[in-house]
């Protein structure tokens, strides 16, 4: 549904279907930052109040090198049925060229049902900065400083 043509300013995301009935990630809007995946199963699956499952999307990606895939819940299963991604976001490394599974939890109070073809999670493609670590002997001082957790919402 993207405004764009194919190859048009776009990284291009190579993918294989694992299974014929997978559906390719897909944006719905021209100005949706992620690409909406759905759910690849032989038959619904029930995840209970509280229950996790690696729900397969029946896709293999390969990530362009200096990029990574972003897992992502979608808001309006989070909304409707309490249905997560448990490790949100997810990553999806440029160099992993396996299956491609989403970890969703139902944070809900009722079981519910994932159907094949669902749309699931969405899915970012995003630049990864590349950084060396150099170990000092102290670093160089803030207005923060050392302040952790809940720190600047104290008067």
């Known amino acids: 549904m993207s405004s764009l043509k194919s190859g048009e300013n776009q990284a ?65 299963l989070a909304l409707t049925h309490g249905l997560t991604v448990l490790n949100a976001p997810g990553t999806i490394d440029s160099d992993y060229r396996g299956p491609l599974g989403i970890l969703l939890i139902n944070l809900g109070q009722v079981p519910c049902r994932i159907e094949h073809g669902e749309r699931i999670a969405q899915l970012i493609i995003a630049p990864v900065t590349p950084v060396e670590f150099l170990e000092r002997s102290d670093l160089a001082s803030t207005e923060r400083g050392k302040g952790g957790f809940g720190h600047t919402g104290r008067s």
């Open 12 to 76: 291009p995301v190579e993918f294989v279907r694992l299974d014929p009935r997978a559906a390719a990630p897909e944006r719905m809007t021209s100005g949706a930052a992620g690409f909406d995946l759905r759910a690849c199963l032989a038959q619904p699956l029930e995840l209970i109040a509280g229950g996790r499952a690696l729900v397969p999307t029946g896709l293999s990606l390969a990530i362009p090198a200096g990029f990574e895939g972003q897992i992502r819940p979608r808001s309006g």
